[in-house]
């Protein structure tokens, strides 16, 4: 069934991914609360876009936000179009860990590359791209562009802090 062959190589994706993470100190990321990274844009989203996005109340968001925080791989910030709602944004430690799973993400690639050829691999992709679009959703990206498209802005305010 179509369900069982989307649903596999996804499962294994994210168990290899997670497994390797895990060992490079990214503990506190699970199962459930990795949505809120896989989901959140570059420049950060409010916990009810976040809970629109993942199909799940904002009551459960917010809980997935808060072990987020406090593990330190986002905060919540001041919106500045609205000042009574919060913008979550990943911190450092969250970009850092963006990048270590979008260099997983690619390992991973990789090795599917050697399995099916390249070839394959480009239509795989070519047909799941043309599959989302037809289905009316809209691919931004995955995970792995996200972690590249660090806001300038963000990179800026960090580098100066680093400076001693």
Do not use: C
């Not at 629109?52 to 987020?68: I, P």
């Not at 009574?84 to 270590?100: D, F």
């Not at 070839?119 to 590249?148: C, D, F, I, T, W």
């Amino acid at each position: 069934m179509i369900g069982a062959l989307l649903s596999i190589p996804t499962l294994s994706l994210n168990a290899r991914v997670r497994a390797q993470l895990h060992k490079r100190g990214f503990r506190e990321i699970t199962d459930s609360n990795s949505v809120v990274m896989r989901l959140l844009g570059p420049e950060g989203e409010r916990i009810t876009d976040l809970a629109h996005k993942a199909t799940m109340t904002k009551q459960s968001m917010g809980y997935l936000v808060d072990q987020l925080e406090t593990a330190g791989y986002v905060e919540r910030v001041t919106d500045p179009r609205d000042r009574r709602a919060a913008i979550i944004r990943r911190t450092q430690k969250g970009w850092t860990y963006n990048r270590a799973a979008a260099e997983e993400v690619a390992q991973l690639q990789q090795e599917w590359i050697r399995l099916l050829g390249a070839p394959k691999m480009n239509q795989l992709k070519s047909l799941l791209a043309e599959l989302v679009h037809k289905l009316g959703y809209e691919y931004r990206g995955s995970q792995v562009e996200v972690a590249l498209r660090m806001p300038s802005s963000y990179r800026r305010a960090n580098n100066r802090s680093k400076v001693v």
